[in-house]
Each structure stands twice: as C-alpha cells, then as structure tokens.
C-alpha cells in the first residue's frame, strides 16, 4: 500500500509540474526577452522574439499539458487517436486546414510525453505511384475496420472576432465520457499563418 501512494504522488506531482509549465506556453516574454529588450536591440531580433507567439504548436502543446493535468481513468498503456477539430455551429463533416495541423500537433505531442497513439489513417501497406509513395488513405475502405482505440482526442472550434477558441476533449471510446478537458484562443494572425495548399502557389501581381 505504501509503494501505491509513492507512485501516485509522484504521478501527482509530475502532472502538476506539466500543468503548471504549459501556463507560460504562450507567456508575451521571458526575463531573458525583456533583457534583449532593455539593451536596445534591432527590430529584427524582437520580431525573432516574438516569432513562436504565432507557432500554433505552442498553442497545441498548452492544450495538451491542461488535458494532460485533469485527465481521469486514462492509464499509461491506454490508446488514443486523434480526430478531426471542426466548427461548433457545423456540420461536424469538414475541417479547415489550420484545424488538420491541430490534429497531427497532437499526435506529436501525446507521443513526445509517451502517451500510445495511433495513426489510424495508415494502410499497412504502401501504395508507390508516380506521384509519390503513400502509406496514409482518407478512404475508410482501404483502412483497419477494427482499432485498438481506448480514447479519442476531439474537439470543436468556435470563431471569435479576433481568433478562434479551440475545446478539447478525451472522450472514452466505448463510454463517450469525458475524462479531460482544455480550452484556448488561439490568436486570428497565428490561425493566418497556416496556409491551405492550395493557395501557396498563387503569386501576387506586382504593379507600378
């Protein structure tokens, strides 16, 4: 019994210390940045500053750490799988591309801290075209029809005038509780910064 509460103190402690990490995630500036600004440097370097405040990793990696610091039942060997983030007022079937970017953060993120999760869009095969060669599918036929999923990481978006708030969620995968919960506004210039593919090879027209 002694060795049990060792183990879940320590556990308790490691949450808190993740927890209280990601509060100063997306903090305007450290003592080591205000330093650089009181020495007068060039405008470049604050820019260079201020650059990972329109990462939205760093926004997905605050989200993660408070899911991660009030997540229930959820045990070490459990198996997530992260899902599409789509618009509250939607139809829950679409998602926009800074919204992709969230779920693959995610995948990144639950994996750096050693949580299992699953890429369930992989084949297990790969399919060579002269295009390139593809592991991944978005046609559910040529996917596993049976995922050792325990829990799904999901979530919504709603618009704001001046960004987008992000809810997300842990939610059982047999029992759709909710077993965690975290919210962020992630800035309208960092949801600008993530660009469709579609609209990366247009160019502007110079003028006179």
Same mark, same amino acid.
């Given at each position: 019994?002694?060795?049990?509460?060792?183990?879940?103190?320590?556990?308790?402690?490691i949450l808190?210390?993740?927890?209280?990490?990601s509060?100063?995630?997306?903090?305007?500036?450290?003592?080591?940045?205000?330093?650089?600004?009181q020495?007068?440097?060039?405008? *470049?370097?604050?820019?260079?500053?201020?650059?990972r405040e329109? +990462?939205?990793?760093?926004?997905?990696?605050?989200?993660?750490? &408070?899911?991660?610091?009030?997540? @229930?039942? =959820?045990?070490?060997?459990? =198996?997530?799988?992260?899902?599409?983030?789509v618009?509250?007022?939607?139809?829950?079937?679409s998602?926009?591309?800074?919204?992709?970017?969230?779920?693959?953060?995610?995948?990144?993120?639950?994996?750096?801290i050693?949580?299992?999760?699953?890429?369930f869009?992989?084949?297990?095969f790969?399919? =060579?075209?002269? &295009?390139?060669?593809?592991?991944?599918?978005?046609d559910?036929t040529?996917l596993?029809?049976?995922? #050792?999923? +325990?829990?799904?990481? @999901?979530?919504?978006?709603?618009?704001?005038?001046?960004? =987008?708030? !992000?809810?997300?969620?842990? !939610?059982?995968?047999?029992?759709h509780?909710v !077993?965690?919960?975290a919210q /962020?506004?992630? #800035?309208?210039?960092?949801? +600008? *910064?993530? /660009?469709?593919?579609?609209?990366?090879?247009? @160019? /502007?027209?110079?003028?006179?």
């Amino acid at each position: 019994m002694q060795r049990f509460k060792r183990i879940t103190l320590s556990s308790f402690l490691i949450l808190n210390t993740i927890a209280c990490s990601s509060m100063t995630e997306v903090d305007p500036y450290s003592d080591e940045e205000i330093a650089v600004l009181q020495q007068g440097h060039k405008y *470049n370097r604050l820019i260079g500053i201020k650059k990972r405040e329109r +990462d939205l990793n760093n926004y997905v990696k605050t989200l993660t750490h &408070e899911l991660v610091s009030n997540m @229930t039942h =959820v045990k070490p060997q459990s =198996v997530l799988a992260s899902s599409s983030f789509v618009y509250v007022d939607g139809d829950f079937l679409s998602m926009p591309t800074f919204a992709k970017q969230i779920q693959e953060s995610f995948i990144y993120e639950f994996h750096k801290i050693g949580q299992p999760i699953i890429e369930f869009k992989s084949t297990g095969f790969i399919r =060579v075209l002269p &295009e390139g060669d593809f592991a991944l599918s978005t046609d559910y036929t040529e996917l596993k029809s049976i995922q #050792p999923i +325990d829990y799904i990481l @999901t979530g919504t978006l709603t618009e704001l005038r001046d960004g =987008v708030q !992000v809810n997300a969620k842990v !939610v059982g995968a047999k029992s759709h509780a909710v !077993v965690a919960a975290a919210q /962020i506004i992630i #800035p309208r210039e960092v949801i +600008d *910064n993530v /660009i469709p593919t579609a609209t990366k090879g247009e @160019t /502007i027209k110079l003028t006179n």
